[in-house]
């Protein structure tokens, strides 16, 4: 009897010792950021793609403003709202890459010790209660932990494919904007020249009339080149569209589609029947 006691207390020693470990080891390599280095310098990578079009989007935004008329500005308008977008993405990547670390003290500092400790309580005095609150805190910490790298893990698959859309979504934008600043600017150079040219034609008609024609000829070349600026910048609005819609799969729904799968895998493991060996029983 009492060699059975002491068997008894031996295995409810071992939760505690797994307790123990969690708590003063474990949880200190996982809340650190070199144990999930790989995980956020994926994070900072995103973030630095987000800013890129972010930034790609409201210099294409203010170049359109420059386009004589108001046939830019819907388009202006449109990449101007997108930037709210690409704010909400960045704010979920930020709280992505915060929580890597907190999750991992909150799994191996709080939830994992509190369920060696209810297990060693069911080992002690058998309690079933005791035993189901145990599973119930274990796998929650787990799922707790694992949410973020299996979020990001898909989200880099899910991004690998699209990255070369992406890259070139920003390349893209930034040849566009700097084509319609140059045609804008050669635009404004030649009603300068045209300005001057008028006042000087008081003086000699013949000039007049030879430089208007030319200058006329390389007015029509500049607007026929804003227009093709324009016809541009709207493929560009679609592809930040698209490029907007694959960050906020990655980013936003991603993770919230990782933890509804892993609350739906704690429920089915916590619906199975674990038996104790019969060892541990007596």
Do not use: H
Request: aromatic letters at 10%; glycine letters at 4%.
């Amino acid at each position: 009897m009492e060699n059975e006691k002491q068997k008894k207390i031996l295995f409810a020693l071992i939760p505690i010792v797994i307790a123990l470990l969690s708590f003063f080891v474990i949880a200190r390599f996982t809340s650190s950021t070199e144990f999930n280095a790989k995980t956020i310098q994926s994070l900072d990578d995103k973030k630095t793609t987000v800013m890129e079009l972010a930034a790609a989007s409201t210099a294409a935004s203010a170049a359109i403003t420059l386009i004589p008329g108001d046939v830019g500005t819907p388009i202006a308008n449109k990449l101007a709202d997108l930037s709210s977008y690409f704010l909400i993405v960045l704010c979920a990547i930020y709280l992505e890459k915060y929580l890597v670390t907190i999750t991992g003290y909150a799994a191996f500092k709080i939830l994992v010790p509190i369920a060696c400790v209810f297990f060693s309580g069911y080992l002690l005095w058998r309690k079933e209660i005791l035993r189901v609150v145990a599973q119930k805190f274990l796998l929650f910490g787990l799922a707790v932990y694992l949410v973020i790298p299996a979020s990001v893990k898909v989200a880099d698959m899910i991004e690998t494919t699209y990255a070369s859309s992406i890259e070139s979504t920003i390349e893209t934008a930034k040849q566009t904007t700097d084509e319609i600043e140059s045609e804008t600017g050669e635009s404004g150079q030649v009603d300068d020249k045209s300005s001057n040219e008028k006042s000087q034609s008081d003086s000699d008609s013949d000039s007049k009339e030879n430089a208007g024609g030319f200058f006329s000829g390389l007015f029509n070349k500049v607007q026929e080149g804003v227009s093709t600026a324009t016809a541009n910048v709207e493929n560009v609005l679609n592809n930040f569209i698209e490029a907007l819609a694959i960050l906020l799969v990655t980013s936003c729904l991603i993770p919230i589609l990782v933890l509804i799968f892993f609350v739906w895998l704690v429920k089915m493991l916590l619906g199975l029947n674990i038996d104790i060996p019969t060892s541990v029983r007596k």
